[in-house]
């Protein structure tokens, strides 16, 4: 199992700061959800924890600096999923998943059969066996949401980012997904950190939060304490309702505002100009 600490991160994209002094610290075999309004800043954390974004601090993993490590040493510690990729539309499902394996294999070498097996079983586990050998740009936008997944899966990292692994999915793949990620969490200790626009969906499976508002910190801390009416009304201008579930963790419901009071019907008033005779002596 491996722990992810991120110290005083910090992003500026086109000039602008993006984020500012991010910290978060996740124990090994846990889970935490970053949320926060639209343009928070959500995936431009993601992305600068896998370096994939020029930014000053640090990300730690089992308190070894990442920037000191290779790009192959990294991708064996840390896989990612990022939102939308662009994907190489004539690649297979198959190929484009066993990209996965890419940091075990050596220079000028081929992916073996243990290769092929692993990123068998992703596909199966992830319900793209029968997609295997289509090309990516025949799949429809939830397909290619779980073989982005997949690929990361491959990699058989300890530390997995996921960028909103479930916005493109019907309601039964999102429990598929979440499901299985949880299971892989469980069984060989995964460290997971993913973004998540559904608070029910994070509360659900995320073991402690980040919220984030205009790129920086608003709140951290285990999910009861940050899926709370108030913050979610502070921070993303909803009307929410926080309930508990029966498993006791919260359940984030969309309440309507209260309508205006319909604005009453005058009774008839002949002297009314609207009425006809007006209001003439
Ligand atoms: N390449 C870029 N150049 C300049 N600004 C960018 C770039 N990418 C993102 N931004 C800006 O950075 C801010 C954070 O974007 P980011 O995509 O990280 O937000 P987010 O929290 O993931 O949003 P969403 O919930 O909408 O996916 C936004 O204001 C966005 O417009």
């Known amino acids: 199992m491996s722990s992810i600490e991120v110290r005083e991160l910090s992003v500026a994209l086109d000039g602008r700061p993006v984020l500012s002094e991010i910290g978060l610290s996740v124990r090994g075999g846990e889970w935490l959800a970053i949320i926060g309004p639209n343009g928070a800043g959500k995936s431009t954390l993601l992305r600068a924890m896998m370096g994939l974004l020029e930014a000053q601090g640090e990300v730690l993993i089992d308190g070894v600096p990442v ?14 999923a990022p939102q939308a990729p662009l994907l190489p539309a004539g690649l297979s499902v198959f190929d484009y998943a066993l990209l996965g394996r890419t940091p075990y294999i050596s220079y000028l070498g081929r992916e ?37 997944l997949a690929r990361a899966l491959v990699q058989r990292a300890p530390v997995l980012l996921l960028d909103e692994p479930t916005t493109a999915l019907d309601l039964g793949h999102q429990q598929q997904v979440l499901e299985l990620v949880d299971r892989l969490r469980l069984a060989d200790g995964l460290t997971v950190v993913t973004t998540i626009h559904d608070l029910s969906l994070a509360g659900q499976y995320a073991d402690s939060m980040l919220l984030i508002d205009g790129g920086r910190h608003a709140a951290s801390g285990p999910v009861k304490e940050v899926l709370t009416e108030s913050l979610l009304a502070r921070h993303f201008g909803a009307h929410v309702r926080v309930d508990q579930g029966h498993d006791g963790r919260p359940l984030v419901n969309l309440i309507r505002p209260a309508t205006p009071e319909p604005v009453p019907v005058p009774v008839h008033d002949p002297t009314h100009p609207a009425n006809g005779s007006g209001s003439q002596p």
């Open 67 to 80: 920037r000191s490590l290779k790009p192959k040493q990294r991708a064996r510690l840390m896989a990612y």
């Open 112 to 148: 073996g059969e243990h290769d092929r097996e692993i990123t068998g079983s992703v596909l199966e586990r992830l319900d793209l066996s029968a997609f295997a050998a289509r090309p990516l740009g025949h799949l429809s936008g939830g397909e290619r949401q779980r073989v982005v």
